[in-house]
């Protein structure tokens, strides 16, 4: 069975200072991978995704993550964080045959301090 | 192309009382999925529905069923409310069979029980 571990609960951020949210999964093959990003009483909006490939992922709003199949994990980074980006973050990982479902993590809680 | 569009945005209901949510998938979408999560907590799988067959489910029980109509559209239904099922119910479309194996996810229907 997949699940994913997200070992910080909050993290607390200078503007301008780099990120970088923690995400491990566990899946007996290659997984898929995402990252989701929600704010206050909003759904989930897709950052990025892995599925093969090159194992440093780009996405929306100058978020990357890389994926270490040795350490199963996903780790979710971006060099210079905004106010903007103060939200919840959230991993993901998905089966990559047979059914489609995710299994999420709890969840990291970001913090923008000024 | 629109989103995925959820209704009602909120709603309030009793104990012992029934729900139904709606969920309008995204154009080209097939596939509908349905996930609950509790406040503070990551999205829970409740199931999926793929050409108006449930075709995965979660650990949720049998009063949690839904439907999928033939424009891909989906409600959720919930009987015999309980508070513990007072959560955002998530909805996501996705499609099938292509490369892009992901969910666009709606945002959301905030169910209070009391």
């Known amino acids: 069975a997949q699940s994913v571990t997200q070992p910080d609960i909050h993290i607390t951020v200078s503007e301008g200072a780099s990120l970088e949210l923690r995400c491990n999964y566990s899946?007996?093959?290659?997984?898929?991978l995402f990252w989701y990003v929600q704010s206050p009483g909003q759904g989930l909006q897709l950052l990025l995704k892995y599925f093969s490939g090159d194992t440093l992922v780009q996405g929306i709003k100058g978020f990357e993550a890389e994926f270490k199949r040795s350490q199963s994990s996903f780790n979710l980074r971006k060099p210079s964080v905004h106010w903007s980006d103060a939200a919840e973050y959230f991993c993901?990982?998905?089966?990559?045959?047979?059914?489609?479902?995710?299994?999420f993590g709890t969840g990291t809680r970001l913090l923008v301090s000024p | 192309e629109t989103g995925v569009t959820q209704s009602p945005t909120h709603l309030i209901k009793t104990r012992g009382q029934q729900v139904t949510l709606r969920c309008s998938s995204q154009s080209g979408h097939n596939t509908v999925s349905w996930y609950q999560q509790a406040l503070g907590q990551g999205p829970q799988f409740i199931f999926q529905?793929?050409?108006?067959?449930?075709?995965g489910r979660g650990n949720f029980p049998p009063r949690f069923s839904g439907l999928q109509f033939p424009n891909y559209s989906s409600e959720l239904n919930v009987n015999a409310l309980e508070l513990d099922d007072s959560a955002l119910y998530l909805c996501?479309?996705?499609?099938?069979?292509?490369?892009?194996?992901?969910?666009?996810f709606g945002s959301g229907t905030r169910l209070t029980v009391v």
């Open positions: 529905y793929y050409r108006e067959e449930e075709n």
């Open positions: 993901a990982v998905g089966a990559s045959t047979g059914f489609q479902k995710l299994v």
């Open positions: 899946y007996g093959a290659t997984p898929y």
């Open positions: 996501a479309s996705s499609s099938t069979g292509g490369p892009d194996y992901g969910y666009t």
